[in-house]
């Protein structure tokens, strides 16, 4: 297939507000693409590239000077090519070699083209074919049901994997997408709710938990082989030699658990986030150790447990991992899921998570099943630019402009600004806001440095209000910074519809 089909059926989703239409348009290009093809195009159709990091940033790609052709010929299969020689170029005088390939490559692209890969390669393709359109897409173009499509893109964790499966498979090649011991799902996310009975209200009788101010990990266990994933599922095993120890001797040959991880000071009290991921993103251990608390199971010695209610999950994770649990009461009292949440704050963590004991593992999924309840409402957003300080912070980047996610598309794809704060920020942050944005820069105004969308920053807020002035129609109240995320990415930020349901909360 040629790209320029890709390009064509990108710019239809852009022009319409329809999901209908958006699934449609992608539908129709999926059923034109060969066999080999499908993985790339899927990589290039969310801006995620199989190959992972190309190793080039904006700003290389925007010093690319040169004649495109006038006609289209690359197809999507030279583009994965081009695509694999720029992620395996590497070592002494691989900056000039990248130079002179992404210039070739460029020069076979027609300029519409090239402002696609461009959008692909910097992660700011906007248009609006996000990644549930195109699961119902793919369902669409195989003719499979959308529920099979979704549950095994959540257990494979690869949605062109998936679109691989049911593009040239069968009906039952999918259906029996499942669970394998090493190879890492999309972890079931929460909801929030402003407190304990709020929460109860939603789930009923539930496990309420401490809510830990750690690292997300999963972790997979065939034997001896012991694999640790972020919630990015990124493979961080070598990083984790505690962790790894700690789940090779559980009571379990084949295991797949789900947890935080956090750092404790000589008190056993939690060390600051900050420490924690400093620790957890070290490629030399360093002499802070993390502890892992386990909150749920998903797997045990041949038996999938994903689809078991929580409290049988509950029951086999206390048998195979009682010592490392999250500490946990199962109430449908709202006094004592308060209490909880006071002690969860007293010990020095975040707050609770209250889940319903009835329902399934939602791989991949917010639902209202998990409902995390903090002292104040926080939102992971990201950053869409930086504005320069003044006063003591003059010669520093301070005030940040903060975008959700939109969901649907509703507002167009990609991040919706919804406020601005220098709030919260302490002189290490602003040294380091300084140091890292320009890295990253799009452009400039004169008020602000536009920098590329993939910095992840968790932000207060005492709720929202509605707003003219910005494009979602709602601004953030009393937003202050409480760190930075670098464990997750821009597709993990919170959504400009959850922020406009406070409106209604």
């Known amino acids: 297939m040629l790209l320029a089909e890709l390009v064509d059926a990108v710019s239809a989703v852009a022009a319409t507000s329809s999901r209908l239409a958006k699934t449609a348009a992608l539908a129709d290009v999926l059923r034109r693409l060969s066999p080999e093809e499908i993985a790339p195009a ?25 004649t495109h052709r006038a006609a289209p010929e690359l197809t999507v299969g030279a583009v994965d090519a081009a695509l694999d020689g720029l992620a395996a ?4 005088g691989s900056a000039a070699a990248r130079r002179a390939d992404l210039d070739a490559f460029a020069a076979r692209a027609t300029a519409g083209e090239w402002d696609f890969l461009t959008r692909v390669l910097t992660g700011e393709l906007r248009s609006g074919a996000l990644e549930g359109v195109l699961l119902d897409a793919v369902a669409k173009a195989s003719d499979r049901p959308a ?44 909801s929030t709710a402003a407190t304990p009975a709020a929460a109860l209200a939603i789930t009923g009788k539930a496990s309420v938990e401490y809510k830990l101010d750690g690292a997300r990990i999963q972790v997979h266990r065939a034997g001896d082989d012991v694999r640790v994933f972020t919630r990015n599922l990124a ?17 379990a040959a084949s295991v797949i658990l789900d947890g935080e991880t956090l750092s404790l ?11 924690t991921m400093a620790r957890f993103g070290a490629e030399v251990a360093r002499d802070i150790a993390l502890r892992p608390w386990f909150f749920d199971i998903l797997h045990v010695d041949g038996r999938d447990l994903i689809d078991e209610p929580l409290s049988v999950r509950r029951d086999v994770l206390e048998r195979v991992a009682g010592p490392w649990r999250v500490p946990a009461t199962v109430t449908d009292d709202d006094a004592v899921a ?23 593992y939602a791989a991949g999924r917010r639902g209202k099943s998990w409902v995390k309840v903090k002292p104040v409402l926080t939102f992971d957003l990201v950053v869409l630019a930086v504005e320069p300080g003044s006063g003591r912070r003059t010669g520093l980047l301070s005030n940040l402009h903060l975008g959700a996610r939109d969901a649907t598309g509703e507002f167009g794809g990609g991040f919706v600004m919804v406020g601005k704060t220098f709030k919260g920020l302490t002189d290490a942050l ?34 929202v209000q509605r707003s003219s002035r910005y494009p979602g129609g709602i601004a953030l109240r009393f937003a202050r910074v409480k760190a930075y995320r670098p464990d997750k ?17």
Request: charged fraction near 20%; proline fraction near 6%; charge should be negative.
């Open 42 to 66: 899927i990589g290039l159709l969310t801006a995620q590239p199989r190959q992972g990091r190309i190793g080039v940033g904006w700003r290389t790609v925007a010093a690319t000077a040169v």
């Open 89 to 92: 170029t590497a070592g002494a």
């Open 147 to 190: 529920a099979a499509v979704r549950r095994a893109a959540m257990l494979t964790g690869d949605l062109g994997e998936t679109a691989v499966i049911a593009l040239t498979g069968t009906a039952a090649d999918l259906d029996a997408v499942g669970l394998v011991v090493g190879r890492a799902v999309a972890p079931m996310l929460a």
């Open 235 to 251: 493979d961080v095993t070598h990083r984790l030699p505690e962790i790894v120890e700690v789940v090779r001797a559980l009571p």
């Open 265 to 275: 000071d000589e008190a056993g009290a939690p060390r600051p986030f900050q420490d």
């Open 338 to 360: 308060d209490a909880f949440s006071r002690a969860a704050l007293a010990d020095g963590h975040e707050g609770i998570v209250v889940k319903g004991l009835d329902e399934p």
């Open 430 to 463: 602003l040294q380091w806001q300084t140091s890292h944005f320009p890295t990253i820069e799009t452009g400039r105004t004169a008020y602000a440095l536009h920098v590329e969308p993939v910095t992840v920053v968790e932000i207060a807020i005492d709720g």
């Open 489 to 505: 990415g821009p597709h993990e930020a919170d959504t400009i519809q959850a922020l406009r349901a406070l409106l209604r909360g």
